[in-house]
């Protein structure tokens, strides 16, 4: 049976997950563990191996199996728990780690795990908070209103009445989180050392952002300081709604927060029902995206349609603030260099700046980055700006950016991702909705005028001007010193003819041509005189030292036969 077959079937507990058990042992977790990943391991081995596909390798058949591996790989996510689901949906955004089929089947990964009980919430706010859920609350709904993996939210009422939401951590995620991290780090220090996994990539370096992004996650007073930044960040704007946080109630496993019901950004019927216009919907989404990323530099990092929703009036409700990005002052002005470079469709700008950026590893020979990046500034920059579409320019650029020493940091990843969601959001509000004709207006504002943090368009070409005066006037200074080095000796010049090597390489292989023949005639003389002589034995063996020397001379001869041919 094909190994691959196994991945369709995964074990599914029953009932519960196993790792939602109450008797669940660190020594089983480790089994569970460890049995997925050896299983993992032993599908790429085996896909390695082009015997092992029956009928013959083909492309298409590799793909086959590696699309049976991704779905197996996404269901192993979900039977593995909270740490492996965040994991995978982090793995979603780096296309340019995985292949396609994993990205798109990790990406679907969504928290389908169980609501743990009412009576282990009122014993995590006991002890967290010093009070009952009767001392804090005037009501508490016993029933979730969502679970997820890292906590599930209830409804409630605060004795002076105002409605509010209680998240709630889930029991034991820390305890699990670190030994799931230590098992990782094992897995990552694997493939970082491994001759192919490793080459050209920084898995530990994944897997330290992996553990503070995940950490982070888990402190809910950290995710309560995110959501007071992102409401301050939009308070002069009435369309976007951010809810309070209410720190009386909150401590690093409970927050409470605001209660604002809406309807979720992707019941498109519903938003039709309400009277509320789709396609302004689709563009204030856009803007409040883009607003966040090029304003504020601090972002929602995780805005898939569950964390959007829309008002009765129109406006956008912006929920869970436990992954948000930050956008530096170098990393703008990296992002600025690496715009121009593409704006030039000069390959080595944009090189630069992605070294610059620590997007690019500068290991190894550079010179097939640089024909990819060439290629697709070439022929994917020729249409119009508005005309590009988010998720294909992010195809392109994890298609090159696989299998070479690219590695994207975590903020563009999540700013890609961000990207495409909203993109795929808006078509599904507006069929005709066009997100980079939203993003054209702060585009070129950026590239007029960078809020104070740098130059205009017009400095740069200023700049650009005068170096390239300063280059033309010194030329000939250049010139004549690399005239002087050349006298000295201090600059060597290597010519190599491309002719010369062949005629070099075809006349050693006619003096080794010329020793086979002797050797191969030396031998059987000898042989011919043993077996006259009786010596039997020995003429067999000599005779066969003769025949083994005849397939190297032949070898050589169809070489030979290659040289002349050859124009």
Sequence with gaps: MDPSDRLSRPERGKGKYRWNRDNYSRFRRRADIWRVVLTFLTELWWDSKKWSYPGGYSEEKRQQRRQKQAVWLRESCLELGPTFIKVGQLFSTRGDLFPTQYVAELSKLQ??????????????IKEDTGKSVNELFRSFEPTPLAAASLGQVHKAQLHSGEEIVVKVQRPGLKQLFTIDLAILKRISQYFQNHPQWGRGRDWMGVYEECCRILWEETDYI??????????????????????????????????????????????????????????????????????????????????????????????????????????????????????????????????????????????????????????????????????????????????????????????????????????????????????????????????????????????????????????????????????????????????????????LRKLSSVQLLTNYTLLVGAFTLSATILLVNDKIVLAIVVAGLAAIISLFLLRLMRRLDRYDRQP
């Design 111 to 124: 928290d389908q795990v169980p609501a743990f009980s009412y009576e282990q919430v009122a014993a995590i």
């Design 222 to 503: 950290n995710e309560g300081r995110n959501a007071d930044l992102f409401r301050r960040n939009f308070r002069h704007l009435e369309w976007v709604n951010v809810p309070r946080v209410y720190w009386r109630y909150a401590s690093p496993r409970v927050l409470t927060l605001e209660y604002l019901p809406g309807i979720k950004i992707s019941h498109y019927e519903a938003i039709e029902a309400a009277g509320l216009d789709r396609k302004l919907l689709a563009r204030l989404g856009a803007e409040a995206y883009l607003r966040q990323l090029l304003n504020d530099g601090f972002f929602h990092a995780d805005p898939h349609p569950g964390n959007i929703a829309v008002a009765t009036d129109g406006a956008l409700i912006f929920y869970d603030f436990g992954m948000m990005g930050r956008i530096k002052a170098n990393v703008r002005e990296g992002l600025m260099e690496t715009l121009f470079g593409i704006a030039e469709k000069n390959a080595d700008r944009v090189i630069a700046s992605l070294i610059e950026l620590d997007a690019l590893t500068p290991t190894g020979d550079l010179s097939p980055v640089r024909r990819s990046i060439q290629y697709m500034l070439d022929n994917f920059m020729d249409k119009p700006f508005e005309d590009q579409s988010i998720n294909e320019i992010g195809e392109d650029l994890y298609e090159i950016a696989y299998d070479q020493p690219f590695r994207f940091p975590a903020t563009f990843t999540f700013v890609m991702r961000a990207f495409s969601t909203l993109e795929g959001v808006g078509k599904g509000l507006d069929p005709e909705f066009n997100f980079m004709e939203v993003a054209k207006p702060f585009a070129l504002d950026i590239m007029t005028n960078t809020n104070g943090n740098g130059s205009s368009l017009l400095d740069k070409l200023g700049q650009q001007a005068a170096q390239v005066s300063s280059t033309a006037l010194g030329l000939p200074r250049r010139i004549e010193d690399t005239i002087e080095k050349l006298e000295r000796g201090d600059i060597r010049v290597r010519v190599r003819s491309t002719e010369s090597d062949r005629l």
